[in-house]
């Protein structure tokens, strides 16, 4: 059996590999420029806080931080709420020709090709649609990418709710509805926590759409701010780090206040 | 798929009833349809365009698909792509295995190295490209002051292709080595315990019960594990629009992001729908060819 203190020392040495990265970023978040640069300092010799300062007042970030919250958040609801109907249909129905089996199907494959692959055909949809640098425009984008998700895990999580104790709701004589409010929805609550979860990093995190869906401060998002920040800024390190550290806080935060909820929805349902 | 097979169809009614599916499907159908479907159907038809400045002027049937196949900038970006995507894949795939039968016994420490390792993938992968230019950076990189501090030079990384190349590998391996980890970590802690108990009691050591026991049970789940993360590879735009743009020349100019280029900085539509619907189809190929091996493997 390996020795315990060789397991210690992998420990230690996966956990340095995976925060040194970060910590770099951060001690030059609170450096200047000339620090960075010149003197190369393993830390921050005089800690400064311009350089968030600098980005809330002449930046735009407070702006790119309310788009990315509206954004995220109208449509993760709408996905959520579209996607759990539909998943509940899936999960209890028996559709003629497997229509219920091959609309799972389909939405999964949606969900397996590479966002990439319908960039052009979803600029070309919001352009004509005159939605292109406005919240609506990215609202509807992120809704329907998230939905496919939504189907798919709410339908696994409806699955594991024993379709009995509707069954006998209903013979008490609940209506549908009463039953699927009374007994499925708080089973399935969990669930839906775990689906939105992922749901609201990954819309947060989305990146290659908001770059091409948007193109002032009116409706930026966190990532999309950001990059275009450095794209301009080349060379100033300490803006840049700074707003690496803001573009990626409020989403660390919530990530480890539900980290419980948080890998089966990484992993596609692929572990429970 | 058992699942399925169990479900009952006792709750289905009659008249409002029986189309009471069909209502609850239609918002989701509704927004897929006219956001992803009929999109993609419309970038079918913009793939046989000829586009100049971003208005379509003739039809040039599969020309642009024929013309992929000739064009040495697809092709390099094709190659820089499967490159980039097999050696991701294949590092994240064995550290993560590695790393989690390092961590399948319970040992103080664990839960907290999971937590940990829950960073690299929720942090924005714009944010993760920024943390990794700053540890390249020739002059305020993380591996320039290392090196300094040693009494070496300046250390270039971005500027040189292979350099850059690898050094895109090694953020990606960075950023997704622990969710393969978290998936091969759930599946050895759900692994049944007597067949390795007993050949370990018939005398076999380390190696043989991996070889013979652990990675014929792992199989399944190795499989659905390389399978996402392959996918989610050749996806990759965000990191690399922000590390090196593509660059030096096109060492790391992966498909999406000539793709991308091709579309909004040189206004050929047509051609670049032609790619992504290549780069789709390859895709679906790859993820059928994957699932038919699974099913396989199942089988045995």
Known sequence: MTKLWVRYAVMGLVISIVLLPIYWMVAASFKTNKEITQDATLYPHAPTFDNFTRLFAAKDFGHFLLNSVVVTT??????????????????????????????????LVMRIVPPVVILIPVFLFILRLNLIDSWLGLIITYTALNVTYCVWMMESFFREIPVDLEEAAMVDGDSRFGAFRRIVLPMAAPGMVATSIFAIIVTFNEFMFA?????TPR????????????????????????AGVLGALPIVIFAFSVQRHLVRGLTLGAVK | ???????????????????????????????VMAVLLYPLIDGLRASTKFYRYGKPLRDVGFDNYVQLWSDPQFL?????????????VILETVLGFALALFCSREIAGIRFMRTILIIPMVVTPVVVAIVFRLIYASDAGMLTAISQT?????????GRPLRAFIGLVALDVWEWTPLMFLILLAGLQSLPVEPLEAARVDGAGGWR??????????????AVAIVLRTIDAFGTFDQVFVLTRGGPGEATRLLSIFGYDTAFKFQQTGYAAALFVTMGLIILACAMAAVRLLKKVEAK
Not at chain 2, 10 to 26: F, K, S
Not at chain 2, 76 to 88: H, K
């Open chain 1, 74 to 107: 109208v449509s993760v609801l709408l996905a959520l709420i579209f996607g759990s109907l539909g998943a509940y249909a899936i999960a209890r129905f028996r559709l003629p020709f497997g229509l219920d089996r091959h609309i799972g199907l389909s939405l």
């Open chain 1, 211 to 215: 770059l091409v869906l948007t193109s």
């Open chain 1, 219 to 242: 409706a930026m998002t966190m990532p999309r701010g950001t990059a275009t920040l450095i794209g301009r800024i080349d060379t100033d390190w300490a803006s840049m780090s700074a």
């Open chain 2, 1 to 31: 798929m058992s699942k399925a097979l169990v479900r009952k169809d006792r709750l289905q009614g009659a008249g409002l009833d029986g189309a009471l599916p069909y209502l609850l499907l239609a918002p989701s159908l509704l927004v």
């Open chain 2, 76 to 88: 390099n970006s094709l190659m820089v792509t499967v490159s980039f995507v097999a050696s991701a």
């Open chain 2, 150 to 158: 040693f009494g070496g030079g300046s250390v270039e990384i971005l």
């Open chain 2, 209 to 222: 019960l991996f070889w013979d026991h652990t990675l014929p049970m792992m199989r399944p789940i190795l």
